[in-house]
């Protein structure tokens, strides 16, 4: 009986995926995971693939992609002359930073030869939340926010502070971490661009003071104090077959720090490398083994070097063929053999060995699914020890990550949210004070505390901090597990984080009837609008399902979770699609009104049936519900029971749930916590056991003792008197 | 007469009853071994079919422990085709759950549901340090 409704579940579940699916609007046109041909990333006419025109308005013609990181110029033409009006540039030629996806935002962005933003264009991205949730074309009317900005501002998502020099973009709300990471992505690709042409130029940086210490090192004291430092980048992490064999695993260092460039090259070589040096020019050292070259095959004389630079803070140095000197041999004790050696020249300005840098291996890393090749970088951070500096390492403060960001900035909401968990739990753990306060006719007590937190719920953690925790973050979980399991992605959305530590324990402690029955800002806005409807007379159109169907359609919420479960594996994008189930976008995240109606219309529904049925969309569709009742079967703590509840069916007639069944067990998976039962539990007018008792006590004119904790007066025992 | 205070009947497994370290260790093996002697001989063709699964279950995790990549899909699918097959097992052979906090000593009869959510979740945990563990140690690449 149970796996044939069980069955009828998954099939109602398949059609209401359907007809979900069948409703979405244009979604075709949308650049979510837009097919882009292969050759976009190597083909050198990158405008033959993308609208460049569109992103430098006026130009009428493109070069070929040149430079690294690669770019083309658009020029004009008037007259038979072509003038050069901007450039154009892909961004995921020159960063891979990853969106909330974990997939980048493929950008093409327009500049013109000052610096300024002409245009902006997503030509590919893999974000959930964009796809259905929020309206696409807020996300372009994000991006157009840069149009006319200059590209050495420093633009950051919020609002600009009093006093500091900062453009303030508004964020889109409910994508904080997408716009983080695309924010990033404009900036440096153009950035790197505008340096590459020579429209920002390097600020130059305090160059290095080497501190009189000149002793000849053994390389594993170079390495050991970290003059020498690795990069080892395995074919694994280029979607390549694993081997034994590293890809490239490269050993460098500063050769301009005396101690170091003694110890590697020599006292002769070291001299002579400093003579070739003019001022303000550095020299770092690479040595380097594994399965392919560090320099790249594709080098050819009078080419760059285009597998390896050196990063600091945004600006990114490059090596020419003229900025290539032969490694003769490494001198130091112990030196390790190796297949490949360079000498590189920075010559830039802007570069300075008393700060922190950077050593980058550039690579493409394939697809396994699609076979694409998306570039990627590698880096390893080197700083010249103290000891080198005059006055040791110059201070240096980094800008804090961007989830450290946002929780600085929410800091006061965080802590009020925190509170509210903590201030949850703690009313929860202490239920039995108050359900032994309440009555059958008097359940305030209780009421008072979850009403309030239902309130909270809806108002400040719904629609206020957009709290609303949803399945898409389980399956979310499932693939980072897969996948690449980021931290920051979880961090970048306190509240979500917060949230679910939360459900997590109290979960495992009680079920998921406190998350559910009292914090979802949903379930509490569903179950709000119930208690209302019951409130202003509309008491008698209310009603619950019959026993026997409530116990047939149960099965579908879990049907759907599985169905979103199956689906992800084969497609993220279209279980993301189908969560559209869960109406918590639309209601929290996105709004009712700025939605496709057929959205709307379903959140209508939903919420409109919660004037007739206590929490519908809880107890027989929602995926979180049963992803979470799944694990409520072995919560720590249920509830409590006498054996007389087998045949008095007071609580079960009073359940709203309909999770106590005809022999009075509760199904600790459907149950909201709502206490009802546990107030009558303690009830001695209402519980028949606990009346009868008291009647019969009351009628001897024995005490009426208190009541124990197995829910009936704690039983007189004679004492024996004691002796005089 | 039913109880109401246990959701179904309670149960009580053949090692309950000896010391604390014979009890954890007795439940170890419970959680990792869905087979029981009389389980056993009741379901002989799902234990036939299920020899043969765990054999080439075995079979892949050699062969990723020899380096050969496993597809997430493969992945996903091989637990998904065995947390089924161990549920109907051990509807059979070890028909109950724990009942309460894991440190206590309640059980109870199993229903479907109560052995889809409790292989379910013992496979996921496992599923996910076996994963971890592999991919920490390189033998798996996604
Ligand atoms: S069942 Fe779903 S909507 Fe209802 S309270 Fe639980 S998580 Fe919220
Ligand atoms: S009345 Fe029903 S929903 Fe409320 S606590 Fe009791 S079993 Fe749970």
Known sequence: MKSLSALRGAAMAALFAVTSLL???????????????????????????????EVVPGADSFSPRKGKPAYVEAYRSEG??????????????????????????ITLIGMDTKGIITGTKILRHSEPILLLGIPESVLTKFIKQYLGKYVGDKIEIGKAREGEAMIGLDAITGATVTVIAQNQVIMRSGVAIARQVGILKVEPKPQIKFAAVNDTLSWAQLVDEGSVRRLTVQPEQLGMPRAAEPYVDMQYGYLNTPSVGRSILGDNGYQSLMTQLKPGEHAIFIISNGSDSFKGSGFVRGGIFDRVQVGQDMDAYTFRDLDYLNLWGVKAAGAPAYKESAIFIIRDPGFSAAYPWNLVFLANKRDRETGHRDFVSFSDEYWVPARYIEGGRPKVVKPDAPWLKVWKARAVEIGLFVALLVAVATVYANRDALTRRSTRKNKWPVNAFKYTFWIISIGFVGFGMLAQPSITQVLTWFHSLLFKWQWELFLTDPFIFLFWIFIILTTFVWGRGLFCGWMCPFGSLSELIYKVAGAIGLKRFQFALPMKWHNRLKWIKYAVFFGLLAVSVFSMGLAEMLAEVEPFKTTFLVGMFNRAWPYTLFVAVLLGLSIFIERPFCKYLCPLGASLAMPSTFRWFGLKRKQECNTCKACAVGCGSLAIDEHGRIDHRECMHCLDCMVLYTDEHACPPLAQERKRRTKAGLPLTPIGKDGYYIPIKPVPAAKA | MIDPRSMTEPVTPPYVGGGALAHIGAEIWDHLWPWSRSGFQRQRAIQAAGLALALAATLVWVLAALGNNLTPGAIIGWWFGWSVFEVVVRLGSKPYVKEGPWWGQRYRKASVMDMICYVGFKNLLIGATLFIGLKSLGLLVI
């Open chain 1, 80 to 105: 038979g002359q072509k003038t050069l009006v901007g450039y154009a540039f892909l961004s995921t030629d020159i960063v891979d930073i990853p969106a909330y996806s974990g997939k980048p935002v």
């Open chain 1, 23 to 53: 409703s979405l609007p244009a979604a075709a046109e949308s650049a979510y995971e837009a097919p882009l041909p292969a050759e976009i990333n190597s083909d050198p006419d990158l405008c033959k693939h993308v609208p460049c025109a």
